[in-house]
């Protein structure tokens, strides 16, 4: 029987150490939020007399793009994966 016993505190023993060593120190700062990406991501490509911006809405896939030319002007809407639907 005191076999028995001297297993459980063992094991309580353990356990509590395990659980006093898992937890951050004091010292440690808390863990920072998860970054989150935004609505509308914006990627540039090319140099700065000839570049190209992508605009993409992450919710619904809808792209546009502008490119940095003379006598281009506004954005060229790329459309959706929604309004194209996939090829089989």
Do not use: C
């Amino acid at each position: 029987m005191s076999r028995f016993w001297s297993a459980g505190v063992a094991v309580l023993a353990a356990a509590a150490l395990f659980v006093s060593l898992a937890r951050p120190g004091t010292a440690q700062p808390p863990a920072a939020a998860p970054v989150t990406s935004g609505r509308y991501q914006m990627q540039v490509v090319g140099r700065e007399s000839i570049s190209t911006a992508f605009v993409l809405d992450t919710h619904t896939g809808q792209t546009w793009y502008r490119q940095t030319l003379h006598g281009v002007t506004g954005w060229t809407d790329m459309g959706s994966p929604k309004t194209h639907p996939e090829k089989h």
